[in-house]
């Protein structure tokens, strides 16, 4: 980065941290001096991104990880390096110098700002207005700032000699009022820490809601991080009561402090319109302010606006920019175990498919596995092992209980690979132990397990309790990859990259990259998405570079809360469930965005106003439809065809179903467009074409084949009485030549067939009568007379 980049970055900086946007009025704040330790922390983020960006020359970085360049170089390589060397050290050396000249300018600063700083007098006591003495030897022990030792009240103090029991000279460092707020300020943390102590140890409800009582305590008392984790629980129904505008209230308050979280949630309002009147442009300023604090979902929102061009002019370049940074955190956080499994269920295809399988595991399917391994099924204890190993469908992470199961394991492989991944990796329940991990490691790989390979081939490639040895790393990686293992495919491109034990090559490292991705491995998916970004190996591709980095930044640490929406959603709270899931939809994801419109489309938030349904519901189907999703994109075609949230526009459905036909190939867009043509609307009526659009529908999927039928029934009917009004029948039959059509004795023929048909007839109802038996003496049945009652009643 060029100096006069970043000091204009500062100024700028410092320029928006006077505005306060609470009623759209500017308000001024202290700023610079205050500031200049952060922006020198920019500085250097900023100067590693340039790094990065320009990996060619001096590191490399893979799977989160930087790899400094070998000593030796392949040829290739170094004729590029040579062509361009005198230039890179021309430019090099003028970017040290003024980055050189910057960080003297910074520190000179901070210098200045530590010099001016006023020296610390005592106020009151023996001693006023006499300067502070440190250190000072009180108690026999010295003091190098002011302390609260020998005061039962905890008021700060200071001597202003050396020796305070010889001279007893000192004075409080601090007002009374000053007291009393750094007072409460402490009160206020432990009571926040109280409260997350019992968040973070418990996972009863109850008692969660019960460490939220405490958080709410500390938020009262104004802490800041408190305040955070009690605004977003009243947003969206968390342990609290569901309530925005209180919520609102918080979020603004947090903004006026600075707090980046509380600046993209109060972007988030204005965005999706809860609590307040819909803004994009304040949102985008909110959620700029919190990009610019260190906000990654508020760097994941606008790299998400900027690709998709949302209130702002769409830039491939500045979604790379924010998507980019998000996805090398979420990189650096992947470990062996590849990270927690993300669940995307989409609630249209649930009630569309009751049948189909969302991916969730039941609970009476997991007790039937409990069952199974309590009675020793190693499948099941791997299983199962494996499954609270790294979380996912329905089920939590959870060590304890994988290790649990891999342990009572008896003579399988899997149980081998299960246990070295938990000890090479380590928890609070399995201490890392890079020994362990070896032996477990061998034993899988001798037996042929690629997860054992794979991990030995790490323990040599890191020299984790064994030697570093590149070319066994190598070996270990191929057999991996060869049965398919995702992770020696990884490590093997890696090494194929960075030229580690092998030549380096690119289509190499491409290969096994790609390899990877299809087995889902985050870190592929990111290792492509640099490759693209740089057009290292291949073309360089902005927009898969980018598409490649939203893959990763959606598997981040807040892709949890996709499974809390959907439990909301299933327990009946649908207005929480929406408000989640409108987050997880600013962020960019598609199933967020589905599940959103559905919920609205479904008319099941009341938080949403009833004449806001639709069109709220519309904005998302398009957004979810813009991504690829076929359902969405037939919705789309539905509201413009019925008018739900627009007018009714025959036109625009057209095209949206059609887009859904030849991108999708969706039977029921197909069968649509039939209708569509059938009935004329938004098309020239044609029935042929109507037809052939039915056609297609039915071999498109074996469930429109029924309806498919009806309508090319109905068609005909249409299709025929259509033309008999076009044709006239006396016409028809006056230009029949019967003669020329059947023959000169065409009418011996008729005749003839008649008398067949008659005869034909006739002794079919013979046969029927012969068949019938006649019952010999039919009589009419007399019906049987009641008796007389026993007692006649008295006259």
């Not at 009180?138 to 039962?152: I, L, N, S, V």
């Not at 409460?184 to 968040?199: F, N």
């Not at 498919?708 to 259509?722: D, H, P, T």
């Not at 005749?751 to 012969?770: E, F, N, S, V």
Request: charged share 20%; aromatic share 10%.
């Amino acid at each position: 980065m060029k100096a006069g980049s970043s000091s204009s970055i500062y100024f700028w900086y410092c320029s928006l941290n006077v505005i306060s946007l609470k009623s759209n009025h500017f308000s001024n704040s202290s700023c610079c001096i205050s500031n200049l330790k952060y922006m020198a922390a920019l500085f250097q983020t900023l100067a590693a991104e340039d790094q990065v960006k320009d990996h060619s020359t001096g590191t490399r970085v893979v799977a989160g990880q930087i790899f400094l360049e070998s000593g030796k170089s392949d040829p290739q390589s170094e004729d590029e390096e040579n062509f361009h060397s005198q230039e890179e050290e021309k430019e090099n050396s003028l970017e040290e110098l003024n980055s050189l000249e910057m960080s003297n300018l910074v520190h000179k600063e901070l210098e200045e700002a530590e010099i001016q700083s006023p020296v610390l007098t005592a106020i009151g006591g023996t001693a006023d207005g006499e300067p502070c003495h440190f250190p000072f030897l009180f108690m026999e022990k010295e003091y190098a700032e002011c302390t609260a030792d020998g005061r039962e009240d905890g008021r700060l103090w200071c001597a202003t000699t050396y020796d305070y029991k010889k001279d007893q000279k000192w004075g409080f460092c601090e007002t009374e009022e000053q007291s009393n707020k750094r007072r409460q300020i402490q009160e206020a943390e432990d009571v926040y820490q109280t409260g997350m102590k019992i968040l973070n140890e418990s996972s009863k409800k109850a008692q969660k809601k019960e460490a939220y009582q405490y958080l709410l305590k500390a938020a009262d008392m104004n802490h800041t991080k408190a305040m955070e984790k009690v605004s977003y629980a009243l947003l969206f129904g968390d342990y609290l009561k569901q309530n925005i505008q209180s919520s609102k209230e918080l979020f603004e308050k947090l903004t006026e402090e600075g707090s980046p979280k509380g600046q993209m949630a109060l972007g988030f309002l204005y965005a999706s319109g809860l609590g307040v009147n819909s803004s994009q442009a304040k949102a985008l300023v909110y959620y700029t302010f919190g990009a610019l604090g260190g906000n990654l979902i508020a760097h994941m929102i606008l790299g998400y606006r900027y690709w998709a061009g949302i209130g702002v002019l769409q830039s491939c370049e500045s979604a790379l920019t924010h998507y980019r940074l998000v996805a090398n955190h979420v990189a650096s956080d992947i470990s062996l175990t590849g990270g927690t499994v993300v669940q995307r269920i989409r609630l249209a295809d649930e009630v569309e498919n009751p049948g189909m399988a969302s991916g969730m595991l039941e609970e009476d399917l997991i007790q039937y596995y409990q069952f199974l391994a309590e009675k020793g099924d190693v499948q099941a204890q791997v299983g199962l092992g494996q499954l609270h190993l790294h979380g996912g469908r329905g089920v939590e992470q959870n060590h304890q209980v994988a290790f649990l199961y891999v342990w009572c394991v008896g003579g399988e492989c899997s149980k081998d690979h299960n246990e070295a991944e938990m000890y090479s990796e380590g928890s609070d329940v399995v201490p890392q132990s890079n020994e362990t991990a070896l032996q477990y490691f061998k034993k899988a790989a001798d037996m042929g397990n690629p997860v054992g390979q794979s991990g030995l081939g790490m323990a040599y490639l890191y020299g984790r309790g064994v030697p570093v040895n590149y070319e066994l790393a190598l070996k270990y990686f191929q057999k991996a990859a060869e049965q398919g293992w995702v992770d020696g495919q990884l490590q093997l491109g890696s090494m194929y990259y960075n030229g580690i034990g092998v030549k380096r090559d690119y289509k190499q490292a491409l290969k096994y990259f790609n390899l990877a991705s299809q087995g889902g491995h985050i870190l592929a998916f990111y290792n492509l998405a640099q490759m693209h970004a740089t057009g290292t190996g291949v073309m360089r591709s902005c927009h898969t570079a980018v598409e490649l980095f939203k893959n990763v930044c959606e598997r981040g640490r807040w892709s949890e809360r996709l499974m809390t929406a959907y439990n909301s959603y299933k327990d009946g709270d649908s207005n929480s469930a929406v408000v989640q899931y409108l987050l997880l939809a600013e962020q960019g994801y598609e199933v967020a965005q589905s599940n959103a419109a559905f919920i609205l489309d479904q008319k099941e938030a009341s938080i949403v106003g009833e004449n806001e349904t639709y069109p709220r519901a519309l904005l998302h189907w398009n957004r979810a439809a813009s991504q690829g999703y076929t359902v969405a994109r037939i919705k789309l075609g539905d509201y413009h065809f019925y008018g739900f949230g627009t007018d009714v526009d025959y036109e625009t459905a057209f095209i949206h179903y059609r887009l859904a036909s030849e991108q999708q190939h969706s039977a029921q867009a197909m069968f649509n467009l039939g209708y569509m043509h059938e009935k004329g609307l938004g098309i020239k009526q044609d029935i042929h074409l109507a037809k052939r659009f039915y056609d297609m529908a039915a071999e498109a999927s074996p469930d429109a084949q029924v309806p498919v039928f009806l309508a090319l029934c109905k068609l005909g009917v249409i299709y025929s009485v259509q033309y008999i009004r076009e044709i006239n029948i006396r016409e028809v039959f006056s230009h029949i030549d019967m003669d020329q059509l059947l023959g000169p004795e065409w009418d011996l023929y008729l005749m003839t067939i008649i008398t067949l048909l008659l005869g034909t007839i006739i002794a079919y109802r013979q046969r029927q009568h012969q068949a019938i038996p006649r019952p010999a003496g039919l009589r009419p049945a007399v019906p049987q007379q009641e008796p007389p009652p026993e007692h006649q009643p008295p006259q």
